[in-house]
């Protein structure tokens, strides 16, 4: 399984990010201007809105573009389709229900068996949940220090309005598909779509 081990604070000023939307209250005090290469190409911004896309769920090139042959067979706009299905991958939604801190930490804890999906055991983060699903952490693993801390600020927590989030059970269940309207970051994935459509 292949992991992007970039430096985060890096990657997020070189693809104009908030490092707040990966889950980092960090602030990098750098320069912003320093290293900057004048206009970038056509290609260069659509090639930017790819790896910014990338970056923000930690999906590799193989998989991202198998996401894409997807979004692009589903009725409707291809780029919001593309939005919705990694927004619904299984280690994301551990995200946005506040049981990690960062989606890395997610994708760790997925990996790791410490959530199930309607009711089974699942060690596979990029695994697509639909409406309907409930996602929960396992019985076994409730009692880690990690799950009671998390669980103590879960009713604090601004779930999107797609999921439904329990924090006495320590689960959700997702109830609609996301929209762009629910992500909290910038993006115009109608170049990805126009990236990929060369």
């Not at 590799?60 to 780029?79: I, S, V």
């Not at 949940?129 to 996602?135: E, F, L, M, Q, R």
């Not at 989030?165 to 959700?172: H, K, P």
Request: glycine letters at 6%; charged letters at 25%.
């Amino acid at each position: 399984m292949a992991v992007n081990h970039d430096p985060i604070l890096k990657r997020c000023r070189a693809l104009d990010l908030n490092p707040a939307v990966l889950g980092y209250n960090k602030k990098s005090n750098r320069n912003p201007e320093h290293g900057m290469n004048g206009k970038l190409s056509e290609y260069g911004i659509q090639l930017r809105e790819k790896q910014k896309l990338k970056f923000i769920y930690g999906v590799m090139e193989k998989p991202f573009y198998h996401y894409y042959e997807l979004a692009a067979k589903k009725p409707g706009a291809t780029g919001e389709n593309l939005l919705a299905i990694l927004e619904t991958r299984l280690d994301n939604i551990a995200w946005r229900m506040g049981m990690a801190s960062t989606r890395r930490d997610a994708r760790q804890l997925v990996a790791h068996g410490h959530f199930t999906l309607n009711g089974k055991k699942v060690t596979i983060p990029s695994v697509l949940v639909k409406p309907g699903d409930v996602i929960a952490v396992k019985e076994s693993s409730r009692d880690l220090v990690k799950f009671k801390t998390l669980a103590e600020n879960l009713n604090t927590l601004n779930a999107p309005k797609w999921l439904e989030v329990n924090a006495d059970a320590l689960s959700c269940k997702v109830v609609a598909m996301p929209t762009k309207e629910d992500l909290d970051y910038e993006v115009n994935e109608q170049l990805v779509v126009e990236l990929y459509s060369k």
